[in-house]
């Protein structure tokens, strides 16, 4: 009834595409992610309760898998663009399209979106050849690593975390960069 364009988005399109198990998926929305939570939270029995983030624009409901007691939880927000100070990891945010969105993601791997729209239900969006860096184990940033990095050095250790976690190469520029932004960590 919103007609908002809405996509799954991240980890939850990378853990499924390796088989690996997840209990949370994020849903990037063309509008207001919150009002969608909202909405969606209606369509279950008993509804789930909305927990709002309201500083990031988010909100999160948590639902039961099946009959077992196992949660999923799913996280709602608006698609965005983001700008950094250089002394801070926290951005600004803008409202945005899916393309700013997937720009804004720390990985290629974390870059896939799959869409929940009715006129393309199921089909993979990748700008930056996620499926391809899947496929042969790499980690590499969707955009110019220094400014990945710089913007926010968290994506450092994350990289550092999925190499560990999934087993991937960390990808020569990328692991440059890493080391060239190394100080950032700080902020």
Same mark, same amino acid.
């Given at each position: 009834?919103?007609?908002?364009? $809405?996509?799954?988005?991240?980890?939850?399109?990378? =853990?499924k595409i390796l088989g690996r198990?997840?209990?949370?998926?994020?849903?990037? $929305? #063309?509008?207001?992610?919150?009002?969608? @939570?909202?909405?969606? &939270?209606?369509q279950f029995s008993p509804q789930?309760?909305?927990?709002?983030?309201?500083?990031?624009?988010? &909100?999160?409901?948590?639902? !039961?898998?099946?009959?077992?007691?196992?949660?999923? /939880?799913?996280?709602?927000?608006? @698609?965005?663009?983001? *700008?950094?100070?250089?002394? *801070?990891?926290?951005? %600004?945010?803008?409202?945005?399209?899916? /393309?700013?969105?997937?720009?804004?993601?720390?990985?290629?791997?974390? @870059? +896939? @979106?799959? *869409?929940?729209?009715?006129?393309?239900?199921?089909?993979?969006?990748?700008?930056?050849?996620?499926?391809? =860096?899947? !496929?042969?184990k790499i980690l590499k940033t969707?955009?110019?690593?220094?400014? %990945?990095?710089? =913007? =926010?050095?968290?994506?450092?250790?994350?990289? $550092?975390?999925?190499?560990?976690?999934?087993?991937?190469?960390? /990808?020569?520029?990328? +692991? &440059?960069?890493?080391?060239?932004?190394?100080?950032?960590?700080? #902020?």
């Amino acid at each position: 009834s919103l007609k908002i364009d $809405c996509y799954v988005i991240g980890g939850f399109v990378r =853990d499924k595409i390796l088989g690996r198990p997840t209990k949370d998926m994020d849903i990037v $929305c #063309i509008g207001d992610g919150i009002l969608l @939570a909202e909405e969606v &939270a209606k369509q279950f029995s008993p509804q789930p309760q909305v927990n709002f983030f309201k500083t990031f624009g988010t &909100a999160q409901l948590k639902v !039961h898998l099946d009959v077992s007691e196992e949660l999923l /939880e799913i996280e709602f927000v608006g @698609a965005r663009k983001e *700008s950094y100070n250089y002394d *801070s990891r926290k951005p %600004t945010v803008s409202t945005g399209s899916l /393309e700013d969105d997937q720009n804004r993601r720390d990985f290629t791997i974390n @870059a +896939l @979106a799959i *869409s929940l729209n009715k006129n393309e239900y199921g089909k993979l969006i990748d700008p930056f050849n996620g499926m391809e =860096d899947l !496929h042969n184990k790499i980690l590499k940033t969707p955009l110019e690593p220094d400014q %990945t990095f710089s =913007d =926010d050095p968290l994506r450092m250790m994350r990289a $550092c975390r999925f190499a560990s976690q999934l087993g991937f190469i960390i /990808e020569d520029g990328t +692991l &440059a960069a890493i080391s060239r932004n190394a100080q950032r960590i700080k #902020i």
